[in-house]
């Protein structure tokens, strides 16, 4: 099974098992349409292509850890879409699920979704037992408090930010989690994959604030701008767009010196380059040159 | 160490472990705000008095369970409170999180704390590894899709609800993931408990739906009359106020007698019946006479 159909098939494997003729059918839905057709799902291949690199000798268990991975980061842009933060109609070209659904359900679909994301790894633990509370601390690591998305959003609601510690809780913790949980799921040492998962994050994040100061609403498939408009933090806000381009490259350089010696190098610094040149504005030159 | 103070400091050692110097001050303050003073701490209560009758020879992952539990309980009232819900400002007779602190927090107070009690539970798993995924996914059952608390809030976004599905999930779902955790804790087979969470569950259901019908505001420390409000179903609308007193009566003796044969079956049946009388309005042989 190639990857793309191997990320699917796990996150419907999960939807499946939380939905059924007991559930709440919209609500259902709701998480259904949050989840896919999907982005890049660039988390569980991070996943994916770790666990690949550290054997992979539980595949249940790495399909497992990218479904969760996956299912914690759709949540948290559904919560994120919501009017009382980002209040954006649209998302991947297409209403958000509050815009579609109303509040309530988007709110539950979140929710319903963060469970899901633990529960899929206890499922998948059977043969494997004594990697799932590394799985999951590792996971809620990335997501909770003190320092990941959760976090990141709650820095948003202080006066003073700091602006490293922020991008690092809402986007670089997630990057970490995926690397270190798909050695984990294969039995590997999750500590020399930190480094890998940190520059990404960080590359992820400088992309993120170029397109959303260079790209209109319609290449990005949601609301443009939303840095300045919600007076957030931005790379290219505090230094400017050509010193943040310089940043992003020296992020992914970093990225790929970062990956540990292993089977697996080659097809992990492909998944970095393509990621590169996928995330990199394509108006760029006209702007930075 | 009491029973108060045992639940007390394992929801403190958890929210310590979420807060800290890295951590955006607010959120920290506001996930605090939610668990402390607390209510009455039924659920972890419960689940403590179950591992009590099971041998508990795994107190830290007992304590964790109640903590889990309880963190569940109360993100699943933030939530609920919150303006697209029941937009409820009191709780606990004080403002509700969303009214001291905001929307957005109270929305990611309501995350932070989903994701640490799933963090606690594998947190407090390392001498027992073969119980954190029963443990995780009865937690799970309890809280997520399709039938937990997650779902019962769904199916109020739904025209046609199934009163009974609605009313266990919402409520009952997670008494019985309570006192089913506590036996898993204790290394017990969960299964015989399922019966008594369901009753209890049932109870406080009941119990809660007289109490919004026949209560004042001030009484019961949040906004009275809201399944009439929000046109939700209720056993009281559905059967009156003199039927509802019977069932909630059938469902407590329902709860002793489920008790099965251990050594905590004196405390567990003291802690029903002491539960029973705090939750029976105190107007009622007034209206119920």
């Known amino acids: 099974m190639d990857i793309t159909s191997r990320i699917d098939h796990a996150l419907r494997a999960a939807v499946d098992g939380a939905s059924g003729s007991d559930a709440p059918p919209q609500l259902a839905e709701a998480i259904r349409y949050a989840l ?5 799902r660039v ?36 919560h994120d879409d919501m009017p009382c933060f980002d209040n ?17 359900l988007a709110l539950l679909a979140g929710d319903g979704m963060i469970v899901l994301a633990f529960e899929v790894l206890a499922r998948a633990s059977g043969h494997a037992p004594e990697r799932l509370a590394p799985l999951i601390t590792t996971v809620a690591g990335a997501v ?5 998305i959760v976090a990141g959003q709650g820095w ?12 690092r809780a809402k986007t670089g913790a997630l990057f970490v989690g995926s690397a270190m949980a798909g050695a984990i799921a294969a039995g590997a040492d999750p500590a020399p994959w930190r480094a890998l998962g940190d520059s990404l994050g960080a590359a992820y994040q400088a992309a993120d604030d170029l397109r959303d100061a260079l790209c209109s609403s319609q290449e990005m498939g949601k609301p443009a701008g939303q840095d300045n408009a919600h007076d ?10 050509k010193e943040t381009v310089g940043r992003l490259e020296g992020y992914v350089a970093g990225a790929i010196a970062s990956i540990p010696d292993c089977k697996g190098r080659a097809s992990l610094e492909a998944l970095i380059m393509s990621e590169a040149k996928r995330l990199k504005p394509k108006n760029l030159s006209l702007v930075a040159a």
Chains 1, 2 share one sequence.
């Not at 690199?53 to 759709?74: F, M, Q, Y």
């Not at 957030?232 to 767009?241: A, K, Q």
């Open 36 to 40: 896919f057709p999907g982005g890049a």
């Open 43 to 78: 988390r569980p291949r991070l996943c994916l292509a770790v666990a690949a690199a550290c054997g992979d000798d539980r595949p249940e268990l790495t399909n497992a850890a990218a479904a969760s991975v996956e299912l914690l980061h759709c949540a948290s842009l559904v």
């Open 88 to 104: 954006a109609d649209v998302r991947r070209g297409r209403p958000s699920v509050h815009a579609a659904y109303g509040e309530p």
């Open 144 to 148: 909770g408090m003190p320092s990941g």
């Open 156 to 167: 948003e609601s202080e006066t003073s930010v700091p602006v490293e510690a922020y991008h």
């Open 232 to 241: 957030r933090p931005s790379l290219v806000s505090e230094c400017g767009v």
